[in-house]
């Protein structure tokens, strides 16, 4: 069997300058997407036939803006074409003191602005704040930033989440 891979890189969404404690670093979200294509069946006297599966790779990375050299990178999520990956969406949606919101596919995150490791995950939020189960959409249209992370729920309440209380609570707002 052989096998081999081809890849395409596109930003996704506007750069993120983020402050990150020790100085500020570039932010950009971007999806590559990965043909993996693999000759199968076949033997000593027929050809077999070529499966071209599509991989989508959503990563955060980091940049120093004053050289451009990448601080960190991080791969947050691997999506298949079958599992959403060709539709899927990364984007920086605001710093809000020590985080980072981010929409990955089909859930906001709350990131640390000094690594970019996890603080939050809509599954945290809604254990945290269980009157948010189920409420939460899955959709990035119902995401917004200003100043804070503003979320219109599925009963159409506008929900403000609070960094300090976001493991707490969430705080209605609007």
């Known amino acids: 069997m052989s096998a081999e891979s081809q890849f395409s890189t596109d930003t996704s969404g506007p750069i993120g300058l983020v402050d990150a404690g020790n100085g500020k670093q570039a932010w950009l979200a971007t999806i590559q997407e990965e043909e993996r294509s693999r000759n199968v069946g076949g033997g000593s006297r027929s050809v077999g036939k070529w499966i071209t599966e ?3 790779h959503l990563r955060l990375q980091a940049h120093d ?3 451009a050299q990448r601080v ?4 947050l999520k691997l999506l298949r074409d079958k599992d959403g ?3 899927a969406e990364i984007r920086i949606l605001g710093q809000q003191g020590d985080v980072v919101w ?3 596919h089909d859930q906001v995150l709350a990131l640390s602005a000094r690594d970019g490791s996890l603080v939050a ?5 809604e ?3 269980p009157e948010l189960k189920g409420l939460i959409p899955g959709e990035v249209k119902f995401h917004t930033f200003i100043g ?3 979320i219109t729920l599925a009963d159409a309440r506008r929900m403000r989440i609070e960094v300090a209380k976001t493991l707490e609570g969430a705080i209605p707002d609007l």
């Not at 960190?72 to 791969?75: I, S």
């Open 102 to 104: 981010v929409w990955l």
């Open 54 to 56: 599509s991989h989508y």
């Open 85 to 87: 990956g060709m539709s």
């Open 72 to 75: 960190w990178l991080k791969e």
């Open 127 to 129: 254990r945290a704040n």
């Open 65 to 67: 803006p004053a050289t």
């Open 121 to 125: 995950d809509r599954s945290m939020l």
């Open 148 to 150: 804070a992370l503003v």
